[in-house]
């Protein structure tokens, strides 16, 4: 993924590189993932504010795409993240 090379070279804080590799790590042979921002905190040892920066951060330079997911009532469910090549 050429996102890799460019994310070390664009102007992106280390925290965001962080959760980008985690995303992408955890989206595995699929092209997203599932993963709470609790869990991405706990296992990344940072906060949960830092991950959420993190993660508007990553989405305003086009690394990770974030979709709201609500269940059949209408209500919120989880949030779907796809690592982006933003070139």
């Known amino acids: 993924m050429r996102a890799f090379e460019m994310i ?3 102007e992106v804080s280390a925290k965001a590189v962080a959760v980008f590799r ?27 504010s830092t991950v959420k920066r993190a993660l508007d951060e990553l989405q305003r330079k086009g690394y990770v795409s974030v979709e709201q997911r609500r269940r ?4 919120k469910c989880c949030n779907v993240y ?6």
């Not at 796809?82 to 070139?87: E, S, T, V, Y």
Request: hydrophobic share 20%; proline share 2%; glycine share 8%.
């Open 8 to 10: 070390y070279r664009d």
């Open 22 to 48: 985690y995303l992408c790590d955890r989206q595995g042979k699929y092209d997203f993932c599932y993963v709470s921002h609790r869990r991405m905190a706990s296992d990344l040892k940072i906060s949960v």
């Open 72 to 75: 059949s009532n209408g209500s």
């Open 82 to 87: 796809r690592c982006r090549d933003p070139g």
